[in-house]
């Protein structure tokens, strides 16, 4: 049993789980390194606390697993039925996972009447935002290739590309880096576009005096990057370089606060504090940061609610933002690693005000 699997055995036992399903295929390939596919069907990794292990897969999505994982896969056909089995297996208090979709959770609950169901995402949650050394130097990678793809964005948005052009500009310049896809569906937003966090890009171009927001990630290897920098088409307004300024003292301030043994609630403050005392507190709508490795969102969250103690080797995103509907929208996004006496900061782009000058 790798040491990742043990440490999820014994979070079991402090939690006294009898057993624990998982179908979150991201979890199961942290935990066993498997890729999983499963369509509609049900495929579900159930470890019990004698550390017995069984990984329920429909025979349509064929795959095989070292024998030193000592997993017994369970096959079933479309027209079994595996909930059945699972259900005779399970013991007294049964976790399961955020991932566990209630088609399936429903009947099984129902098939087991002797067990207890309740969610328990956080046990897999937790271990996995401690990354390891490999994981570390992964997401160094993947955000140095972001930093480079960031540089070649910047040389472009002068020419005045629509917002769906430049994402085409992106998609090229991963692609030339080696990497192997988005992390997300970037954003490419211009103007009053920027005063929507999740805006979704368009055709149109920017004008002078705009913002531009870039927010943007891809996947090497396996592990994700995500940054956001915030450029001017054009001399900005008094007000837009403000806003900017606020947001850039919001984002160090931030940086500066991380360290193991405070709370992630505690960052999210130093933040915004920043953007409050300058007046624009109503226009900081989001929580700060979010956890981030296999995928672009993980466990982790950094926001007022979340007062859970930061540890070595947390990988999160520290991202202020004002967003002035109508108007213009400003956000600077960097991901932090946590070390013993602070952090190291993944990105290296510039975030210094940085003016487009327009080519167009």
Same mark, same amino acid.
């Given at each position: 049993?790798?040491?990742?699997?043990?440490?999820?055995?014994?979070?079991?036992?402090?939690?006294?789980?009898?057993?624990?399903?998982?179908?979150?295929?991201?979890?199961?390939?942290?935990?066993?390194?498997?890729?999983?596919?499963?369509?509609?069907?049900?495929?579900?990794?159930?470890?019990?606390?004698?550390?017995?292990?069984?990984?329920?897969?429909?025979?349509?999505?064929?795959?095989?697993?070292?024998?030193?994982?000592?997993?017994?896969?369970?096959?079933?056909?479309?027209?079994?039925?595996?909930?059945?089995?699972?259900?005779?297996?399970?013991?007294?208090?049964?976790?399961?996972?955020?991932?566990?979709?209630?088609?399936?959770?429903?009947?099984?609950?129902?098939?087991?009447?002797?067990?207890?169901?309740?969610?328990?995402?956080?046990?897999?949650?937790?271990?996995?935002?401690?990354?390891?050394?490999?994981?570390?130097?992964?997401?160094?990678?993947?955000?140095?290739?972001?930093?480079?793809?960031?540089?070649?964005? *910047?040389?472009?948005?002068?020419?005045?590309?629509?917002?769906?052009?430049?994402?085409?500009?992106?998609?090229?310049?991963?692609?030339?880096?080696?990497?192997?896809?988005?992390?997300?569906?970037?954003?490419?937003? *211009?103007?009053?576009?920027?005063?929507?966090?999740?805006?979704?890009?368009?055709?149109?171009?920017?004008?002078?005096?705009?913002?531009?927001?870039?927010?943007?990630?891809?996947?090497?290897?396996?592990?994700?990057?995500?940054?956001?920098?915030?450029?001017?088409?054009?001399?900005?307004?008094?007000?837009?370089?403000?806003?900017?300024?606020?947001?850039?003292?919001?984002?160090?301030?931030?940086?500066?606060?991380?360290?193991?043994?405070?709370?992630?609630?505690?960052?999210?403050?130093?933040?915004?504090?920043?953007?409050?005392?300058?007046?624009?507190?109503?226009?900081?709508?989001?929580?700060?940061?979010?956890?981030?490795?296999?995928?672009?969102?993980?466990?982790?969250?950094?926001?007022?609610?979340?007062?859970?103690?930061?540890?070595?080797?947390?990988?999160?995103?520290?991202?202020?933002?004002?967003?002035?509907?109508?108007?213009?929208?400003?956000?600077?996004?960097?991901?932090?690693?946590?070390?013993?006496?602070?952090?190291?900061?993944?990105?290296?782009?510039?975030?210094?005000?940085?003016?487009?000058?327009?080519?167009?």
């Amino acid at each position: 049993m790798n040491q990742r699997l043990e440490s999820l055995l014994q979070a079991m036992k402090r939690r006294a789980l009898s057993d624990l399903l998982i179908c979150d295929p991201f979890a199961i390939y942290y935990l066993i390194d498997a890729t999983i596919e499963a369509g509609e069907r049900f495929s579900c990794l159930h470890l019990n606390s004698n550390g017995q292990m069984w990984l329920y897969q429909n025979r349509l999505f064929p795959i095989e697993l070292p024998d030193e994982l000592q997993v017994e896969i369970v096959w079933y056909s479309d027209h079994e039925q595996p909930l059945t089995g699972l259900a005779a297996s399970l013991s007294t208090r049964v976790g399961v996972d955020k991932k566990f979709l209630a088609r399936f959770l429903l009947p099984l609950i129902e098939a087991a009447p002797e067990s207890h169901f309740e969610l328990a995402s956080e046990l897999v949650d937790l271990i996995r935002s401690r990354k390891d050394s490999a994981e570390c130097e992964a997401m160094r990678l993947a955000s140095h290739l972001n930093d480079t793809a960031m540089g070649r964005m *910047y040389e472009v948005l002068g020419t005045g590309k629509t917002e769906l052009e430049m994402v085409d500009v992106l998609r090229k310049a991963y692609r030339d880096l080696g990497c192997d896809q988005f992390s997300f569906e970037p954003i490419i937003a *211009y103007g009053a576009h920027a005063s929507d966090p999740h805006h979704q890009n368009r055709d149109s171009k920017p004008v002078r005096g705009d913002s531009i927001v870039v927010d943007m990630g891809c996947i090497k290897d396996g592990y994700c990057s995500d940054m956001t920098r915030t450029f001017f088409y054009g001399e900005p307004s008094e007000r837009g370089r403000e806003v900017y300024e606020t947001v850039l003292a919001a984002n160090l301030n931030a940086i500066a606060t991380v360290r193991p043994g405070i709370s992630h609630a505690e960052v999210d403050a130093a933040a915004r504090s920043v953007i409050e005392a300058a007046g624009y507190g109503p226009y900081f709508t989001h929580r700060l940061g979010h956890g981030i490795g296999l995928e672009c969102h993980e466990g982790g969250d950094v926001s007022q609610g979340n007062t859970d103690l930061i540890e070595v080797g947390e990988i999160f995103s520290i991202e202020p933002g004002i967003y002035l509907p109508g108007e213009l929208g400003v956000r600077i996004e960097d991901l932090v690693l946590v070390t013993e006496d602070g952090c190291e900061l993944l990105n290296k782009y510039p975030k210094d005000l940085m003016i487009v000058e327009a080519t167009d």
